[in-house]
């Protein structure tokens, strides 16, 4: 991926920032949804519910908005989907044994 995108940049004449953010914005819009580590990271806590924090990621914006997109639309006006993600670490037991 990183020589691909360096071929397309060095085939490019300008060395304009603003190309570059334009050419990678469909990329880090991306990574920023599947909840990256290289962006920010995760907000591993021993509770169910990861602490939310300006520093780290409580869990996946994408899973949230995936989990509203499944459930399709709802007759009910009354009633709402407020999903919620949470990043654990896979060896973790503490809160559940699956996270």
């Known amino acids: ?3 691909f995108i360096d071929g397309i940049e060095k085939g490019h ?18 990574m920023h949804l599947e909840g990256s580590h290289a962006l920010k990271e995760p907000c591993y806590d021993n509770s169910l519910v ?3 924090s300006p520093k780290c990621l ?3 914006p994408w ?12 007759a009910d006006k009354n009633v709402d989907i407020t ?6 670490r896979v060896y973790t037991i503490v809160p ?4």
Do not use: C, R
Not at 14 to 21: F, Q
Not at 63 to 74: F, P, R, T, V, W
């Open 96 to 99: 559940v044994h699956l996270p």
């Open 58 to 60: 409580q869990g996946s």
């Open 83 to 88: 999903p919620q993600d949470n990043f654990h």
């Open 1 to 3: 991926m990183v020589s």
């Open 13 to 30: 004449t300008s060395s304009n920032d603003k190309w570059t953010e334009t050419y990678m914005k469909p990329l880090l819009d991306a």
């Open 63 to 74: 899973s949230e908005q995936a989990q509203k997109i499944m459930a399709g639309n709802i």
């Open 50 to 52: 990861n602490e939310k």
